[in-house]
């Protein structure tokens, strides 16, 4: 095949590892031509954790050895050989000057708009084609939000259910109810978790051992560890994942989804949102597992349909607003919060218990469960105000299943507010009495989660007052914290401008707290 018969060039995103990606449904290895990037610029637009990068390039290797076991022509730039994405594809474009590009949706707007870019600049024909991974397309979740000012999950969610069937019966929801909030919420007991069941975890094979070792050697000053790394890469690895949480785990994810426990990183959590994210695994695939554990009563309704909510509801509703609401999303900021992110986000070392130990893990393993990341780290950084597009550049950066069109709006919409409840219906604070509640991470700490000020003023707990007492005007408004208004109103203007007093003695020295 010459250069000038190439009639596609192919692009596979890192994040686009799907045997089924629509980029190849007419692909003709005749006259086509697959190009897959390491681009070392993309490990550095974020200062990504190493695990992050490790999982990227370990699952690309595996996918093109596939490709390549199918005898698909295939050109495969390794780090080193090109800084950017967007300079690899430019290079491709002036060697095999094909006569269009194709790819699938990316999962970032900037990729998107760097192809749409160069595309046009070079006057070549660009076909991006619908990512069929996903349950509802872009175009069909734009028409259902139309040009609504709010945005809830909920009506979503039961559109979803509907048209998938998931969960239905006769047209109406298994159990009589949409969801199983209520039952969803538990603690451990004083004790802790009884004993825990085991992961799967996957010894690097030779691939993995050599991107571990290139990943040292191009980002050797990125955070992170590689040492427990033993993530998923490949979908024999993700199917095995999913298989042994649906038999050992799903059964008490939804009594304990919200639960935290000290030096557990896992609990009873799934593990396979990197498989999801990366392709490996199908969302229909995943729920049809899911609802078969309940259906062969393997698992309770409410842990099936927490789990089931979180991809058919959430996953699918969060990426139809990343496009709906892209660019602005990227810059909102409601509450002109303009607080530097605390080193200490990046090596843990706080007097903060919680924080210490959902930084200490993430940066163990890449990883830490929702509402470690809604509760704690996103819940101090809206409390204490810091600068959303750095908060959302650490989300982006430390969490190994972390693509931006999951990241972004469950960070600057969800945790920190930061496009004003264009799709919460509310800021999600609380103090460091809610930690106590669902951890143990208040046990030892230096700081009380009842003491608003003073040196043993839990931060959680006096940003929290702080919080309330200077967005009054706005949260006074909204009944789904008015019980917040209520209690703070319950404190005299002298405990309150001490509080504020104390908040910003917090802030001046928020790097040794």
């Known amino acids: 095949m010459t250069n000038k018969a190439l009639r596609h060039l192919v692009l596979i995103l890192g994040d686009q590892l799907n045997a089924d990606n629509p980029a190849l449904a007419d692909f003709d290895p005749a006259q086509d031509r697959i190009l897959m990037v390491e681009a070392t610029g993309e490990g550095a637009h974020v200062w990504s954790h190493k695990a992050r990068i490790a999982v990227f390039l370990s699952a690309m290797r595996h996918y093109a050895g596939e490709l390549e076991a ?99 019966q006769d047209g109406k929801p298994e159990g009589d109810a949409w969801n199983f909030d209520k039952e969803n919420r538990g603690a451990f007991p004083k004790a802790g978790p009884a004993a825990l069941p085991q992961i799967c975890r996957f010894a690097p094979d030779a691939i993995t051992a050599q991107v571990l070792a290139e990943v040292q050697q191009h980002f050797p000053d990125h955070p992170g560890e590689l040492a427990q790394f033993d993530w998923p890469v490949t979908r024999d690895h993700a199917l095995q994942a999913l298989e042994q949480f649906i038999h050992e785990r799903l059964p008490e994810f939804g009594t304990y989804q919200d639960a935290m426990w000290s030096d557990e990183p896992y609990l009873y959590h799934a593990l396979i949102s990197s498989s999801l994210n990366l392709k490996l695994l199908d969302p229909r695939e995943v729920i049809a597992a899911a609802q078969d554990a309940w259906k062969k009563s393997r698992a309770p ?104 069109w999951v990241e972004l709006p469950n960070t600057a919409g969800m945790a920190l507010y930061a496009n004003g409840g264009r799709f919460t219906s509310k800021p999600y604070v609380a103090s460091g009495a809610y930690i106590k509640r669902m951890s143990n991470y208040c046990s030892g700490c230096r700081y009380d989660p009842a003491v608003k000020t003073g040196a043993k003023a839990c931060p959680m707990t006096s940003f929290y007052w702080d919080f309330l007492d200077r967005n009054e005007a706005l949260l006074s408004k909204n009944t789904r914290t008015l019980l ?29 707290i």
């Open 301 to 404: 309704l409410p842990a099936v349909e927490g789990f089931i909510r979180q991809i058919l509801g959430w996953r699918e509703f969060i990426r139809g607003v990343y496009w709906r609401d892209m660019p602005q999303m990227r810059e909102a900021n409601f509450f002109k919060h303009d607080m530097p992110l605390p080193a200490w986000y990046w090596t843990g070392k706080t007097h903060m218990n919680c924080m210490s130990q959902t930084i200490g893990q993430t940066l163990k393993h890449g990883y830490a469960h929702h509402i470690q990341r809604l509760m704690v780290t996103g819940n101090f950084a809206l409390l204490a105000g810091l600068v959303p597009q750095q908060v959302c550049d650490w989300y982006l950066a430390v969490y190994v299943d972390a693509v931006e």
């Open 70 to 168: 199918r005898a698909l022509p295939l050109t495969y730039w390794k780090l080193g050989e090109h800084a950017t994405l967007e300079l690899a594809w430019e290079a491709a474009i002036a060697q095999f000057q094909p006569q269009k590009l194709v790819v699938c949706e990316p999962g970032e707007w900037r990729l998107e708009q760097s192809l749409l870019a160069l595309c046009e600049r070079l006057k070549l024909p660009l076909a991006i084609r619908e990512d069929t991974h996903f349950m509802i397309s872009r175009s069909d979740f734009a028409t259902w939000a139309g040009n609504k000012p709010t945005l809830l999950m909920e009506p979503f969610y039961r559109l979803m259910r509907k048209r998938s069937g998931v969960l239905m």
């Open 484 to 512: 917040m208004m209520k209690n703070l109103q319950r404190l005299s203007a002298e405990e309150r401008a001490a509080i504020g007093e104390h908040a910003q003695r917090l802030r001046d020295r928020i790097e040794e």
